[in-house]
């Protein structure tokens, strides 16, 4: 599906004190995705991310960017093809934000008006108010300041963005929005982007492919997420991975195939026979909802009372999940934290698109499990 844009082939760096922090390391970077270095601290992500660029040159093998061997282009047209993204975004704290992200179209020579006015768009693009443009690195968020840094790496509309550890020093929230949008601008943008992380949850989610290093610069495995999950490539792997991969791995499955029930769903203002003909639908409980569908909460049958529903004895529904769009994990969680162990599905107005029982979401992923296989596949 995708061309590759970088190559590393077999590509060896020792530091002169000998140090070996990349060992052989050969990977094809796709085309127009992002593709995440990870690993424990000290196997050679940013060493890797760097010879990309040639902040630092291998020692051994060589690296192809479309086609061509990197020390064959001159350094300076190279590093402009790649915008660069660090932790704590690395900004230039005596210029205002709107100076900082046109740094680059400055260098190669565009007029202020228009640099600006690029890099205006480009603050639109990275969710930053324009407000902003005139403040100091200083007085941002860390959040904002990463955003920043994005805003800056794309100004000259690099086909390559490198990114090492650039969310790491913002909070979980913060992370997951600035994961969120880097996620939006790929798919809007079409950029090739390496990005690495020490963060598995973080290289799963944003990954189109993983690779996993291990110390000593070696590579473990290289995999689309949902392989990795699937079948670790050995001990290391696994282990890095965590503990709950299997449900992990089930964000990878859509939740399209689940069997919505809509017969146990009663509205507020439901008459004593239709609550009556639902009761014996299939569910030991009945969702209740508003007048326009949204679900209220769950009542055992027998509690309800025609026409006017106290809204405050209900058992909680908890948070649906978005029927056919959120995957398979999205069910199941609904329906663990639901009080009757059925999930509600919701459509894109939020009203009720059915109900569905932990046993069918269960099913379902065996289902899954084995199509994607193509066999019965036993977690391990
Ligand atoms: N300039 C250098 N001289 C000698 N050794 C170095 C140099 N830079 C990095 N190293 C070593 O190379 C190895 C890989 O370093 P690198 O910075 O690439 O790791 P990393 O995976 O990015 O780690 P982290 O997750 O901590 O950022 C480490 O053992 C490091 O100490
Ligand atoms: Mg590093």
């Not at 670790?232 to 299997?246: C, H, I, N, S, Y």
């Amino acid at each position: 599906m995708f061309g590759a844009l970088i190559r590393i082939d077999s590509v060896t760096k020792r530091y002169p004190d000998g140090t070996v922090a990349v060992d052989r390391l050969s990977l094809e970077i796709p085309d127009g995705a992002i593709t995440v270095l990870v690993g424990p601290s000290g196997c050679g992500k940013t060493t890797t991310l760097r010879m990309i660029n040639r902040m630092v040159e291998p020692s051994e093998g060589s690296i192809l960017i479309d086609g061509v061997d990197s020390r064959q282009q001159p350094v300076n047209t190279l590093r402009r093809s790649m915008g660069y993204v660090i932790q704590n975004a690395g900004l230039f704290q005596h210029r205002t934000i709107i100076d900082n992200i046109a740094t680059v179209p400055r260098l190669l020579g565009w007029s202020k008006d228009k640099s600006r006015a690029r890099a205006r768009e480009l603050m639109d693009r990275v969710g930053l108010d324009a407000a902003l443009a005139k403040r100091y690195p200083y007085q941002l968020s860390g959040g904002q300041q990463q955003r920043v840094g994005v805003a800056r790496a794309l100004a000259a509309d690099p086909p390559v963005l490198l990114m090492d550890e650039p969310f790491s020093a913002v909070d979980p929230v913060v992370r997951k929005g600035l994961q969120d949008e880097l996620l939006r601008i790929q798919d809007e943008l079409g950029k090739t982007i390496v990005f690495v992380t020490h963060d598995i949850d973080e290289a799963v989610k944003i990954g189109t492919m993983v690779a996993v290093l291990r110390t000593g610069g070696r590579l473990a495995q290289f995999a689309p997420p949902a392989e990795l999950l699937s079948s670790p490539a050995d001990a290391f792997v696994e282990d890095f991975l965590g503990a709950d991969r299997g449900i992990r791995r089930l964000s990878f499955f859509s939740s399209a195939g689940l069997d919505l029930l809509t017969a146990p769903i009663v509205a507020v203002d439901a008459s004593a026979q239709q609550i009556a003909a639902r009761a014996g639908a299939g569910a030991p409980y009945l969702l209740v909802t508003d007048v326009d569908g949204r679900p209220l909460g769950w009542s055992e049958p027998d509690r309800l009372t025609a026409g006017r529903v106290d809204a405050s004895r209900l058992l909680s529904h908890g948070r649906p999940f978005a029927a056919g769009r959120d995957s398979l994990r999205a069910a199941l969680d609904c329906a663990v934290l639901s009080p009757t162990g059925w999930a509600v599905a919701v459509d894109g107005e939020g009203r009720a698109a059915g109900v569905v029982s932990q046993q069918a979401i269960a099913e379902a992923i065996r289902g899954a499990h084995q199509d994607s296989a193509g066999r019965t596949e036993v977690l391990r």
